[in-house]
């Protein structure tokens, strides 16, 4: 595999960031979690997204933390992609550094997101489709800059 990324290396730059695009669109957008409440009617599902009424200020920090982390991610690839024959040490050694920052984002933000949940009285709750993309993509992104780190 690392062959492979090794002799398409401007394939995969692009495809990162097409991935670290896509990740902040849905980080953005998508729930970051969600819980159930009880109601009147009944349990009902609520979400924790960037400006709910269910987000916890919390919730929205590591949201728009780890989407920054994203775009610069995004914004390192689209470089190395530009400047592909002279594409530097340093800054494919910054973009792992904020790959795994990004990494250490959704962990943490995920257990404190439980954690909160937890202390209320909440029937249920989940870690959703915000918390896993950026967990996915920071991996991914991690092991690309990794590999690309090694090329150099």
């Known amino acids: 595999l690392m062959e492979i990324i090794r ?6 730059i692009l495809v990162i960031l097409a991935l670290n695009i896509i990740g902040v669109i849905l980080v953005l957008s998508s729930p970051f979690g969600g819980m159930t409440v009880a109601t009147y009617y009944g349990p009902r ?12 200020a919390l919730d929205n920090l590591f949201i728009v933390l780890i989407a920054v982390c994203l775009s610069v991610t995004a914004l390192f690839s689209f470089i190395l992609n530009r400047a592909l024959q002279d594409h530097s040490r ?3 050694n910054l973009a792992t ?20 949940r937890a202390e209320t009285n909440y029937l249920d709750w989940w870690l959703d ?14 092991f690309f800059y990794a590999v690309a780190l090694r090329k150099t």
Not at 45 to 56: H, I, P, Q
């Open 90 to 92: 340093k800054t494919i």
């Open 45 to 56: 599902d609520r979400f924790a997204s960037l400006g709910s009424e269910y987000s916890e």
């Open 97 to 116: 550094t904020i790959s795994i920052i990004t990494v250490v984002l959704a962990i943490t933000g995920g257990v404190l997101f439980n954690i909160i």
């Open 7 to 12: 002799n398409n290396y401007k394939i995969f």
């Open 129 to 142: 489709t915000g918390f896993y993309t950026s967990l996915i993509v920071g991996l991914i992104n991690t």
